[in-house]
């Protein structure tokens, strides 16, 4: 066997374990130190944390520090939701030279529209296990029985959680083997964790009482961490759209575009999207969306599906734009995961959106943010701006003039 | 018009403006004062930050310190590359529990069946512009022609780098526009702002010089920041695969499975994923790459299309299974960017891939990783462990027992 | 204008009109001899149908004759279905050498292994307006309150159909649009026209009185005459799946493979599609269907929709194969569009399918032939035999002895 | 074994078989009397055909007759291309009422606008077997090196065939596993009999000289029947583009529609075609295609690949439209499979299309063909139109009218 000769040292290899797991400060240090050594490399920035390294519990193993990301400040962004009301400032957490200027110029082009309504459609999770069967009619009668059992199935489901509710299952079958989607209401916790439990759980009385013969906890249906066309039926975290009607003069005054032009890059980019088969279509949805959510304690890993979703810019018989954003799988919380210490925290703060009942706040204010930069992001494509725009705010690189004149 | 009545005080709203745009640490102080008072908020963590502001230009804007993320190491981590070869210790920062110790495990698995073996194949990076044209006919006739003045158009674009070399160029015509993919080698950079600068110069030639009636410096098809199905033929990033034969003694030893579990686990996930039509199959490959971009400086804004691939199981005919991942697309850098100052680059030093020439490195070491978080992750559906091993190493929940027993 | 010239003399380059639009024998008859004349061509096979051309009427205009198309039939295929039960033997139209001998071998051997289990799950069809309105505000209440107003749009889409009936309405929002896919149960008929009419009137009903501003009556959500991810979830046509468990011996006899030859092949295979992101995973569907559709006057337009599906092949612990196919979105009809005269209605009784009630049972037969054709043709691909089974059954080739040796 | 019981009076369900596969008249004409007994059915029309049987051979088997399907004619169309030029009369062969009509208004529309242009840009087809290697290690050699023995590989390939060339190779890693895309040109034949042959012999070679372990002649890669991302890329048959400027006031005295309304429409239509994530955007290339396959003996089981493609309409500064189609994957040919007998042999002659060379100008006519279908679909959408035209050509409909007052 491959490496057996070296099986009596390689103890000597493994990470160290300390006590209760090492989340003591000196079992922290220690542990850096021993990595010091073994990687010849010098981590005073990585052991310069403020953040209690007990706090980090639940949230990391084999700690060694912490990864600091340079943090901006972008705004101000007025938003008319039903969540979130008023003007806001939205730290993003980026390395990518003149991201925040360009979120922070459309958010002053949106809050001088009148701001940026904003709605939630659906708030839900889902994990979809997959079940095995013998053959295509038992799989047939348990995807036409199963929506009979659903409360005993609920039941079982929330045994184990508190704040989880099962809504609703959707079987589907595939020859002898059926997914069923499991959707919950988790209120302001991602939830996955939580529901992965209760599905468990009731996965196990699926299989003792309707004959299925075994299963998998996730089929691979539920796309948490990636990108699936599934997700625009919503249902894997919250649908929410934002829209505002951006008059021409506006536009023009802040981006020196018409809306004839936005159209005309929609059309001629969604062209370059088919050929392409993307997931959705949007500018940069990413860029926003993983700013906000290292600043906010969110779950990073969510990106791939939390960044489908829909760019739309629409001429109105008034000259104006309609511009807007549908984002259908968001997933995003304001309990649990990592938003609870440290700067995530302050960060939600920042928001208004620190702990429970702030999720759907939270939510629309994602949203808004992002209408904000792919308004910028267009009009820079529009004008050419985007070479310019890196010249002035990219690394290491002189600055032209007043930034502020840019959106004057 | 909407909002014009605040027009005089909207001055007051905007983030504050400092000299050279506010890089010193005043400034940034100032700023932060500012955002606590307008945010009734305290910002004590994010004001906690060692990295020398100054260093921050060209990172960010508006800026108010830094967020923490943090911050484990998993390992060893056995690579047998190309240009990765020995032992790493591999930084994450993440916020959700038991990740670490899940892609430890994997590691270790890994390292004990003789590493991972690990190739490039592509390396390069892609600005696709689109071109518009008067009717079909001009269009084909663009098509046509444009690689006869490939060397002009290279002159152009290289004109303005000095480490970009454009490789090849691509026309794919729709009706009467053209999209034309220019592809580079970017070096050790990331390159995106390289190559649009390129690239841009190079559509003024060509519209003045070819035809075209105009250009959009981004039709959407070179998927940067997306998801998409064209990124399975390269050219977008770095095409990589990393696969390891592990024994079946192993696989029962480590992770207490046998071979057939994982194909079958593999084929039934499969079917969900082409019911949710993923763009790629993988476990979480977005959980893994989330957490060493953002130790690493990388640009997490890529994480749609960087983490579309493949993760395969394979059972050989000596009993044994063959685990491999194959990503398509994958952006990283040891230049430029978020890489070049503290945490970040410390986690580069720890795994040996600081500045030039490293890129390819790194590029194997991500790959490595990413296959060890997919046979944990495989291997906890397999046995049911994901609900115990959040319960264990999960936010707020007290261990049980020595997680080292789980590898021993 | 372009042509502005030819104007006077351009009615006499028009197909001539006959009254009652000239579906008489003799019109049909003088219509054909005035293309001869236009386009210089002898149709003397196409003026040879045995069809009454006044039966046409309602399936063509400007009808010169009929095309004809080679017609064989392949059995016994027994199936074992809610709907269709017994031994069939199935019409297949098409010009593709050796593919009626390779459904054939199938047949035969599902036939012997005990014939194909056959399940619909689904039985609907889809039309999917999409309306418009002033903001995201205005959409989202109109996609919250749509289903409280189900019954008063159901009752407007009944009013215009006697089979119709109006299952359900899925609201989907996207910005300030909302699309709203309305299913139907449509008997035995495809059932496209009548849901059309329907959704129209249903449509005039919203515009009146729910707000929206306008609709297009197709929205492409309902994904008619097209492949699209959604036809996953069912709902346009029926959903159906037809399986049967292939002992080893009966593969080994038959088809000269065992087991693990087809599961390995479906792997392979399936990273193929993947990487072409294909929607559905299946050999050939659309050669079993194209010939079926013919044959039996179905809407061979809906082949790209009806052709996406899912073959699988898997090992079971008693070493035999279980081979299934599903099918989320086959239209077929036995009332209405082509199914009602000549050939159409003469392959239907072959099949025991004609005129009302006879839908399902069409359904599952289809299936059921979909299953023969994947088997025979994968182990094709394992065997090496497609080049082998052109050369014997290819146009204008040699015979290469008694081909029931085959599967004798 | 299930069935076995039987397996003595099997024989005699089998169908017969005659001497030399029974293509002369009487074997054709038995062989039916056997299928009436067997389903006590009649089958007039099935027998009543007047191709003779004998040049059925290697174009079906077990020939009980043919399938006749009601053949209309639509034109003039004015085609401007580089192969097809002039007006052509397109035969159609469908049960879809109302579909000729609906044809020959765009078509009339086209023609009056000054005509269709027409381009090809790339004219290949494509096979893409796997190979299968013991690591990544190897896989990547063989990928890195392949094009290196490009041509002793296109030897072998091309030592089958007069007709095909190879004219390259893509290589496409995953893991150890490595698709290599076959491309060839084929003349005017479609060509996949002949390629898979090819390929055949030049995959052994391959193994024998190059250490693949093995491989499979079609990974799924090639999309050969089934509709997939990658065939935008083209290489998968003729990619085709047609376009033609229509001028406001055609558009308005034809299809009663101003410019403006089909871009709003376009966009509107693309939103939902991206919510249910087709491949490819277009109305009802599939109506188009399914009728000239059927007439003129196309291979039908192409049609979900051949129906990828993108229909286009874009605003001019004059005020008009211009559309446009682009048909990256078309598969069509005028020598070979069900090209050369009967009314197909009839229907290529209309067009002026029989036998060598002339493949080039079918895929224009074509390509012009379905710009007419999408323009008149698109207007009877805005025009709300789609209901009356079924209720006027519809099955069983009286007529309203001279039909022939809607286009003039």
Redesign the interface.
């Known amino acids: ?3 057996t000769a070296s ?1 009596d040292t ?1 103890a000597s ?3 160290p ?1 300390f006590a ?2 090492g989340y003591d400060q000196e079992s922290v240090a220690l ?1 850096r130190e021993w ?1 010091e050594r ?2 010849e ?6 052991g ?4 209690p390294s007990e706090e ?21 962004l ?1 938003v008319n939701g039903l969540h979130a009301r008023g ?1 806001f ?1 939205v ?11 360009s979120y ?1 110029r459309g958010m ?1 082009l949106l ?5 940026v ?3 939630i ?1 659906v708030d839900e999770n889902c994990v ?1 296990p ?1 079940f ?1 069967f013998g ?3 038992e ?2 009668d348990f ?2 029985n199963l929506l009979s059992h659903f409360s005993e199935i609920r039941s079982e489901a929330e045994a184990t959680t508190k704040h989880g509710r099962l809504l609703r299952l959707e079987p ?6 059926v ?1 069923v989607a499991f959707h919950y209401f988790t209120g302001d916790a991602h939830g996955m ?1 939580m529901i ?2 209760a599905t ?1 759980r009731a996965c196990g009385w699926i299989v003792a009482n309707l004959g299925a013969k075994g299963y ?19 249902g894997k975290g919250k ?1 929410v ?3 505002t ?1 951006v ?1 021409a ?2 536009l023009k005054a802040y981006v020196r575009a018409v809306p004839a032009q936005f ?1 005309s ?23 926003g ?3 906000m959510f ?2 906010c ?1 969110q ?6 599906n939390c ?2 979703g ?1 760019t ?1 810019f ?1 001429a109105t018989p008034s000259g104006d734009l ?1 511009a ?3 984002l259908p799988s968001l997933n995003v919380a304001t309990v ?3 938003t ?1 210490s ?6 939600l ?4 959106c620190e702990g429970p009942t702030q999720a759907p706040k939270l939510t629309e204010i994602v949203a808004a943010t992002l209408l904000a930069g792919e308004l910028s992001f267009a009009a820079a ?2 004008n ?1 701006e ?2 310019m725009a ?2 002035t ?5 002189p ?1 032209a003039g ?3 004149a840019q959106y004057k």
């Open positions: 066997m491959a490496g099986v390689f290899e493994l990470v374990r209760d797991q542990r990595l073994k990687t490399s010098r981590l005073n920035h990585i310069s944390f403020s953040v980090m519990k639940g949230n990391i193993e084999n700690s060694v520090g912490t990864a600091q990301v340079p943090l901006g400040i972008a705004g101000p007025l003007r400032y730290p993003l957490a980026t390395t990518e030279g003149a991201l925040v200027r922070e002053v809050t001088r529209a009148g701001g309504d904003t709605r459609h979809a997959a095995f053959d295509v009619g799989a047939h995807g036409n589907l079958v595939e020859g002898r083997n997914i964790n992965v439990k468990d998998h906890i996730f089929s691979g249906f539920e796309s948490e961490k990636r990108a699936s066309a599934v997700l625009f039926a919503g649908k759209t934002a829209g009607l008059p003069e506006l159209v890059l929609w059309q001629h980019t969604m062209l370059g999207h088919m050929q392409a088969h993307s997931v959705g279509y949007n500018g940069h949805f990413a860029n969306l993983a700013a290292i600043a304690g779950d990073v890993g969510n990106l791939p960044s489908v829909i739309n629409e309609y807007s954003v549908t649990g995961g990592g609870g440290g700067t995530a925290r302050e960060c703060a920042i928001l208004g494509i529009i050419g985007l070479v890196h010249e705010y990219g690394r290491n690189r600055a007043d930034p502020r």
